[in-house]
């Protein structure tokens, strides 16, 4: 069954097809590297993860290509405000920005390893590629797109007809509900390409220009990026669904006056996670982290299990016992696939429309339930590991990884455990039936495998 994803520029799932046949680039705007982030980010990751995983299983080569914005990106998406990374340098107490990005950085990394992510093909940081973005902002000048002022260089948004078409934005109603003071700015919706360096300030990132020193904008970093590694017209461009009215319109807009393309055939984003009615904002200063979790005694990837029950399309409630219920459900899941005996045929139909749910549409949910209904089915316990085992590469679980915590079973169940081991060796099955019953009493479940005797938590 053929791939069809939801594009947000044509408002409609279309089919894909790779624009060369077998490989496909896939670019995902990654974080602002001045805290750590929240469960509401990694939600649009575990999205693109999910996505990387169903081209690849779909049999495509996949070059996929992360940012890490460590300059550039204001605290208000009208180009006024600190820059984030020197506003957390600040807050850390004068810990650079540079050991700021570091720092965070990493830790995103790990989040994502925590939960089972596959890693990029390329990690591309903004500071690393400063170059190609003061090339980019100059091509656009060249091309009359650029125009400078007494803070900066800003796109002219006047020059295209359909700026704004992703987000379907109301130009003319934002041109004339401007409401903040916009400076030299000719447009409402115009936006820096190039930041100057305030006059008396030294920033601890900032760099020579044709337009004088400073640092980028915000959106110009992706633009040059995404052309450097994936090219002007590449496959898909994933993001939050908050990049879609500012960062990838504009960036659509970049790529419209430098290349006469939109950049990507496919725009796809994955939409906020709620918490107590509210979307989580890493400025707010008030979040959860992904350590939050983990410090309460939850599995990371038990998240991501949660994740998988809520299309990425649709916005997502998390409260505790949402994650308690899918805590629960990938443990019994994990038991159970552990507890079945390899060697087995996976059921070839079963893998195709398992697939052909996350194929429309990554439909995440309809795929999980799919898996339960295998697991419920009467199929032999071997042929539903071997089936399993295939589907797990598009959900991400990492069944095959995982084993049960050890236990530190009591004396005295022990010792009824040896006593029906001896009792079943005579042949004494009376014996052993209430020995059995004995453990049960004390909470534990006996198993007669073929291995020996185990005991389980009841």
């Not at 069954?1 to 077998?22: C, I, K, S």
């Not at 299983?57 to 180009?79: K, M, P, Q």
């Not at 790529?255 to 979307?279: E, I, P, V």
């Not at 009591?410 to 453990?439: K, S």
Request: charge should be negative.
């Amino acid at each position: 069954m053929q791939l069809h994803l939801y594009d947000t520029w044509h408002r409609a799932v279309r089919p894909f097809t790779p624009l060369q046949a077998g490989s496909v680039g896939l670019y995902c705007c990654g974080p602002t590297v001045y805290d750590y982030a929240h469960i509401g980010n990694l939600r649009t990751y575990l999205f693109e993860d999910t996505l990387r995983r169903a081209l690849e299983f779909n049999g495509y080569a996949v070059r996929h290509v992360v940012n890490i914005t460590d300059v550039g990106h204001l605290v208000s998406d009208g180009d006024d405000g600190e820059d984030k990374m020197e506003a957390g340098s600040r807050r850390a107490g004068g810990v650079s920005a540079w050991e700021i990005a570091q720092r965070f950085t990493e830790a995103f990394q790990q989040d994502l390893a925590a939960l089972n992510a596959l890693p990029p093909t390329l990690w591309c940081k903004a500071t690393e590629h400063i170059a190609e973005q003061i090339d980019y902002v100059a091509e656009l000048e060249r091309k009359g797109y650029a125009y400078r002022t007494a803070d900066g260089v800003y796109f002219d948004t006047s020059r295209l007809d359909d700026y704004g078409h992703l987000a379907r934005l109301d130009r003319e109603g934002l041109q004339a509900g401007a409401r903040v003071e916009r400076g030299d700015k000719r447009h409402a919706t115009d936006f820096a390409l190039w930041k100057l360096s305030p006059a008396g300030q030294q920033r601890q990132m900032e760099w020579d220009s044709p337009w004088g020193r400073g640092f980028p904008g915000w959106h110009i970093e992706c633009s040059a990026m995404s052309a450097k590694h994936l090219g002007p017209w590449f496959d898909i461009h994933c993001g939050g669904e908050d990049h879609i009215p500012v960062h990838h319109s504009n960036e659509i807009a970049q790529s419209m006056g430098c290349h006469g393309t939109r950049a990507a055939n496919f725009w796809m984003h994955g939409y906020f996670l709620q918490l107590d009615d509210a979307k989580m904002s890493k400025s707010s200063g008030d979040f959860l982290r992904l350590q939050t979790l983990i410090d309460r005694g939850y599995d990371p990837l038990a998240y991501r299990y949660l994740n998988l029950t809520a299309h990425y399309r649709k916005q997502m409630s998390f409260s505790w016992e949402a994650l308690d219920g899918a805590s629960l459900a990938l443990d019994k899941l994990r038991r159970l696939y552990a507890s079945w005996p390899d060697g087995g045929v996976a059921d070839q139909d079963f893998v195709e429309a398992f697939a052909g749910e996350i194929n429309q549409d990554l439909n995440t949910p309809r795929a999980l339930a799919l898996a339960w209904g295998l697991v419920k089915s009467e199929r032999a316990d071997a042929d539903k590991k071997a089936t399993l085992r295939q589907c797990d590469r598009l959900l991400g679980l990492g069944l095959d990884g995982w084993r049960p915590p050890a236990q530190t079973i009591p004396r005295e169940a022990q010792a009824l455990a040896d006593a029906r081991v001896a009792a079943r060796a005579r042949r004494d099955w009376a014996e052993a039936d209430r020995l059995r019953d004995a453990l049960l009493a004390m909470g534990y479940l006996v198993r007669d495998e073929a291995e020996g005797q185990t005991l389980q938590p009841a």
